[in-house]
């Protein structure tokens, strides 16, 4: 007599089925399954009524959890129905590969094979010999569409594919994989073991490519060999929730499947399994507004049927049932297929862990953070619109910005739609099983979220080895409300504001500051130290930057450095608030840049148009600058540099030059009096420039240039403006939607709150 030997596939809901059929037969005294042994302590939990898979057994490196490997497990997996059945028979499981201690060891020293991974893949060869050109439909015929009804003997399916493995690893090889030597030598070595405790009435459940190996007749010494010296590492374990796109072959997971979905399903429904998803089916269109009746789910049935039929398939299986959506209930359309694939085929269900598995404090801080704020982790994206005006809302944002901070990104902040106020947050929130790890990394920082956190900044900022890291380091610690943070950042960055000399640093870093303390004002957080510096670096700015624009710059320095202006000019209207005469300044810098030759016509053009804006520049002057830049002594290309950083982007100076005939003509006349050569080397500049303006700008500034000065309508032109606009403001009407305009760009309740901003 020899021990029962169950081959399996991972996450297979036939051999889970078959799994438990032959266990009830056989009534073993033990059970062996695949797995670290290290597990064995943390098995009682399966049975635990809050533990829902899909879970996977995580073991990281006990002083480095970074370096981790996880064992997952669904519903529909043969070795979770082992363990379940094992608890409920009141015998032992255990696990038998080989330890996690060695595992993680021999990843450190480089070597991260898969423990899944064969050069052959046997299910393609057996498949191919069947005369089935696709491996998941030859198992789904032979193995998940065998009748669920009782058969003489259970186990004899696990005999032939036994013997099906043993002749694919005699034409084969073992897979040239000396990792998996390794790991059978172990299991044979805990197989021994329990035939001196149980003699042979126990079970192994195991993938079936091992079950050759665990029947060989090697002798104890040759596998106290193979696993002798093995390296070792100290390693921790715990329960993790998992999810099925997780278990996804898709996803990068060795022994994945391409449809967990569909298979958890498959397990679940033993009765009329086809017709119960296709009625899942046609649930989740009609939550997507289609329009799906009781009479497309019978036809779609009795599509897939017919295909299946005509296909000598047993029952019909997922390729059929997806075609007879298609057919049936898309019209024909890949598009509401596609979202049938992702959420029901693959699917986001996420499992749970009870609370006594064991984890990091930083772990059990965050859950309790977690259910007081009501944030429940899912494993299907959602967007979480947050009011910081509210107090739960703000310790949320707190929460997430904290846990960015830790390299745990939960959440992703993005775009707000409903409103530009700082007072408004969107957030991106979906767990993945790998942010477990995460948390387990982020636990030698502190015990709980906040601690962590701030002895994180801290450390950041000490090895900070530039000053833009540094500044968005207190930007993000400010989003935190990280306070005691904050004084070892600003000390930091203070230090290298002081020592750094390069202008486009300086400039790039300023403007993460002035957001800064503005963030600190919605947030009522304490930024007064922040300003200060805030200051500092803005008037180093304003003595550096005239002369590193003058400096002999190329296009791609001149470009960089344009960018810069802008940002600091951002930068010094939200300083300006606490510091009156910098604006001042820094219009005089920007004066300086306009009317110096040797800046770049690009960064001259874009002071020209930001003072201009601001109200500091003449409609005259302007014109007069212009003239000067496209005058026909300078450089064609230095003249569309100009043009670009005055007119370009999306700052409006499409509409400039509608309703400004003049500069509009300046820009008419150098084009059309530069010469071929000229013109051909200007034109892709130009284009970008006048590319990205709206269409309709575009139309209406071809019409002007159409009839162009003294024609038809050039009377039109010199006294009525350009088409559909007046020739001058008409006061009256502007009036009557002042308070219009008032309500519309006020705050939202009348009340403070940010960047709501009021009209003055």
Known sequence: MSPLLLGVRHHGPGSARAVRAALDAAKPAA?????????????????????????????????????????????????WIAIRWAQEAGVPVRFMDLPAAHTLARREDGDGEDSDSVRVDP????????????????????????????????????????????????????????RDL???????????????????????????????????????????????GLPKVKVETTWVPWTHR??????????????PGWYAHLFAARDRPVERWLTRVAGLLREEGRQVSPAHVIEAVRLAETLAAMRGRPLSGLTETLEAVRAVMCDGSE???????????????????????????????????????????????????????KETDAAKSLLLHRLRLLGIDWGIPAASRGSTGTFRETWRLRWEPELSVRVAEAGIWGTTVLAAATAKAEADAAGAA????????????????????????????????????????????????????????????????????????????????????????????AAELRGHVDGVHGAVGLLADTDEGLRERWSAVLSTLAGREAVPGLIRGRAVRLLLDDGRLQAEETARLMGLALSPAGEPADAAGWIEGFAGGSSGGGTLLVHDERLLGLIDSWLTGASERAFTDVLP???????????????????????????????????????????????????AVVELVRMLLSPVGGGGGGGGGGVA
């Open 685 to 735: 500049l130009l284009r970008r420039t006048f590319g990205a303006y709206e269409p309709g700008v575009n139309r209406t500034l071809g019409e002007l240039v159409r009839r162009g000065p003294g024609g038809s309508a050039g009377s039109a032109r010199a006294g009525a403006g350009a088409e559909g606009f007046g020739p001058e403001l008409d006061e009256v009407r502007a009036d």
């Open 31 to 79: 059970v062996l399954i695949e797995g670290p042994p290290e597990g064995d302590a943390l098995l009682a939990l399966a049975a635990d009524p809050g533990m829902r898979p899909p879970v996977a057994l995580l073991a990281h490196a006990a002083d480095d959890p970074g370096r981790a490997a996880f064992w997952p497990l669904a519903g529909f997996s043969p070795e």
């Open 466 to 557: 530039e000053l833009g890291e540094v500044t968005a380091l207190a930007e993000r610690c400010l989003l935190a409300g990280l306070s005691e943070a904050l004084p070892a950042v600003l000390r930091a960055l203070a230090d290298r504001a002081a020592l750094d000399t390069d202008v486009a640093r300086l400039a790039k870093a300023l403007p993460a500051l002035a957001r800064s303390l503005r963030y600190g004002d919605v947030r009522g957080t304490d930024a007064a130290a922040l300003g200060t510096v805030a200051a500092g670096l803005a008037e180093r700015i304003c003595v550096a930057l005239p002369p590193a624009c003058a400096a002999g710059l190329d296009a791609d320095a």
């Open 182 to 228: 390794v790991r059978e030598a172990y299991m044979r070595q805990r197989m021994r073991a329990a035939r001196k405790e149980f003699g042979d009435a126990y079970a192994v459940v195991c993938g079936a490519w091992h079950v050759p190996a665990l029947r060989a007749g090697t002798t104890a010494a040759a596998d106290k060999a193979l696993l002798t």
């Open 246 to 259: 997780r278990l996804a072959r898709a996803g990068g997971y060795g022994a994945g499947i391409t449809s």
């Open 335 to 389: 598009v509401p297929l596609a979202l049938i694939e992702d959420r029901l085929v693959v699917g986001d269900v996420l499992g749970e862990v009870p609370d006594t598995a064991p984890v990091v404090p930083l772990q059990r801080d965050l859950t309790r953070r977690q259910r007081s704020l009501r944030l429940k982790p899912e494993a299907q994206d959602r967007e979480l619109e947050l009011d910081l005006r």
């Open 123 to 178: 299910l393609a060869v057996l498949a191919e010999t069947a005369g089935y050109d696709d491996p998941e439909r030859w198992w789904e015929d032979v193995v998940e569409h065998r009748g669920t009804g009782a058969v003489p003997d259970p186990a004899a399916a696990f005999e032939a594919l036994g013997e099906a493995m043993g002749a694919l690893r005699e034409a084969y090889g073992d897979g040239g994989q000396a």
